[in-house]
């Protein structure tokens, strides 16, 4: 089969497009669940932490959420709150294994809601409330620290203020 000069142009024009394609510039509205790195242009699911083309880090931002408690101390008893998860005292893994790869943080603290019991110097103790929380807990709230006898890094949960929903 023999091509024709305008076949042949239309292929090399083609070609240039595939190898170019992966450092041109989007000027396009990325799709949801999309990030654009800033060294390289190329398109990236919205939770990674790095580029899959170049490899650069992406900046991580500790977003402020709606109606998120900062100052916890000013908490009353019978207050109700949600606590965010992949918050709190963590573990992180030392060797790769079935459940999780090495460097995974395995999170050591609560999720749910909850209402406050009492307010101690570092901490809340607290009575779930939610369908998967029941009982007493302790929220660790003091500061960021690794204990050297455990391993476990303990950090603040961060809390969320709920309104208190009336029951039919």
């Given at each position: 089969m023999q091509l024709s000069n305008k076949h042949g142009?239309?292929?090399?024009?083609?070609?240039?497009?595939?190898?170019?394609?992966?450092?041109?510039?989007?000027?396009?509205?990325?799709?949801?669940?999309?990030?654009?790195?800033?060294?390289?242009?190329s398109i990236n699911a919205a939770r990674s932490r790095l580029c899959n083309s170049c490899g650069v880090a992406f900046i991580s931002?500790?977003?402020?959420?709606k109606n998120e408690i900062m100052d916890?101390?000013?908490?009353?008893?019978?207050?109700?709150?949600?606590?965010?998860?992949?918050?709190?005292p963590y573990f992180v893994c030392v060797r790769g294994s079935e459940e999780s790869a090495a460097g995974d943080k395995i999170y050591m603290g609560c999720k749910g809601k909850y209402e406050v019991v009492k307010v101690l110097w570092n901490g809340l103790m607290c009575k779930g409330i939610g369908k998967n929380s029941c009982g007493i807990e302790f929220l660790y709230m003091?500061?960021?620290?690794?204990?050297?006898s455990t391993g476990i890094f303990k950090e603040p949960h961060r809390l969320i203020k709920i309104k208190a929903r009336k029951r039919k």
């Open positions: 142009i239309i292929l090399y024009l083609f070609i240039i497009f595939i190898e170019h394609a992966s450092h041109r510039i989007v000027m396009e509205k990325l799709k949801r669940g999309q990030k654009l790195c800033k060294k390289c242009n931002k500790n977003t402020p959420i916890w101390r000013s908490l009353q008893k019978g207050e109700l709150f949600r606590v965010v998860q992949g918050t709190g003091g500061n960021k620290e690794l204990s050297k």
